[in-house]
């Protein structure tokens, strides 16, 4: 059974700068080269009217994986994933971690409250390995969760450098 997590942030900025933000070619280079990791990079990005989609590819050293994570990967994590954001500011996420077998799956969405911005991502890790598969997804789970943290953190001061 996937395990289901949610990340909420707040901002002091308005969502529609949120959302500018986070679909900004140059806030994407500035985070992954920030919170990437090893070989971190923008693979795609494609924008149109309705729907700007990117994929990056992030790294995890070994040595800041969970032990249990670590007897069945060897080497460092890799990630890869993608968003898509609507000019709705709604949005999915779909993640996958090289070697393991199964995914990240999520919505995401900006909303205005209190003269700023709330940012919910819910999420559901999927590890198809039996009888350790639970066990990896919490590890995966709690891994995002820490990354979804600092990306937040992370915003809220380009947003006040740069918004």
Not at 38 to 65: K, M, P, W, Y
């Amino acid at each position: 059974m996937p395990s289901r997590m949610e990340h909420r942030a707040r901002f002091a900025a308005p969502a529609d700068s949120v959302y500018a933000a986070v679909i900004d070619p140059a806030f994407l280079a500035d985070r992954l080269e920030a919170l990437g990791g090893n070989n971190a990079s923008i693979v795609d990005r494609t924008e149109s009217a309705q729907a700007t989609t990117f994929r990056v590819r992030q790294g995890l050293a070994a040595e800041h994986l969970p032990s249990a994570v670590r007897t069945l990967l060897k080497g460092d994590l890799v990630v890869d994933r993608t968003e898509t954001w609507r000019s709705d500011k709604t949005g999915s996420v779909k993640a996958s971690v090289q070697g393991v077998p199964g995914e990240i799956n999520g919505t995401t969405r900006l909303s205005d409250v209190d003269g700023g911005t709330e940012w919910v991502t819910s999420l559901e890790v999927k590890v198809s390995i039996p009888l350790v598969g639970g066990k990896i997804e919490k590890s995966i789970g709690e891994q995002v969760l820490k990354l979804l943290a600092n990306e937040a953190t992370f915003t809220e001061k380009w947003l006040a450098h740069r918004g």
